[in-house]
T-cell receptor, first 118, second 108 residues
């Protein structure tokens, strides 16, 4: 398989501050990167999709001005939660797509970042 | 996208085969069947995927019915570490969208 890392693995921040989460594909170039959010006892919800050098595409209901995504290279994407509030507390997971769409396409996930906003 | 239906939970005895079913009756011809699993508080782990033929790798086997309306993930010799939520996803384009999945509990 392929490896995706996230940093930090957990973070606690105060309400109103901004938090940046990094996602790196360590041994492959991710043509596309994805950001998900998971609340306790719920499934993963796709937040946005980004391609290197392009603006991210956000899912309906996800505020693009609050969740800033930068995809600077084929191995690095960042998610910045701006003006965080307690309701933003969640498990944030990124993933990278490897290979062309079709039989050889695989998507690998990072270990997740647990954000707690106090 | 095709909708998938999975049982909410299943139990399996350690050492036995775990067979996890998934219904995807509205699957279209160019959609792949992917399986991922998520162990508590970790990111999802890719298991296997297929289009129409059965597939096998070091982790599992994927059996897809001839009409492609359902599939079964088989873990041949389940261990306690296989306890997780298993997700069946049907997609043609890249982004994986997760349903509720099946919570598999492997018991000693």
């Amino acid at each position: 398989g392929a490896v995706v890392s996230q940093h930090p693995s957990w973070v606690i921040c105060k309400s109103g501050t901004s938090v940046k989460i990094e996602c790196r594909s360590l041994d492959f170039q991710a043509t596309t990167m994805f950001w998900y959010r998971q609340f306790p006892k719920q499934s993963l919800m796709l937040m946005a999709t980004s391609n290197e050098g392009s603006k991210a595409t956000y899912e309906q209901g996800v505020e693009k001005d609050k969740f800033l995504i930068n995809h600077a290279s084929l191995t690095l994407s960042t998610l910045t939660v701006t003006s965080a509030h307690p309701e933003d507390s969640s498990f944030y997971i990124c993933s990278g797509g490897k290979g062309p769409l079709g039989s050889s396409y695989e998507q690998y996930f990072g270990p997740g970042t647990r954000l707690t906003v106090t | 996208d095709a909708k998938t239906t999975q049982p909410t939970s299943m139990d399996c005895a350690e050492g036995r085969a775990a067979n996890l079913p998934c219904n995807h009756s509205t699957i279209s011809g160019n959609e792949y069947v992917y399986w991922y699993r998520q162990i508590h508080s970790q990111g999802p782990q890719y298991i296997i995927h297929g289009l129409k033929n059965n597939e096998t790798n070091e982790m599992a086997s994927l059996i897809i019915t001839e009409d492609r309306k359902s599939s079964t993930l088989i873990l041949p010799h389940a261990t306690l570490r296989d306890t997780a939520v298993y997700y069946c996803i049907v997609r043609v384009i890249g982004d994986m969208r997760f349903g509720a999945g099946t919570r598999l509990t492997v018991k000693p």
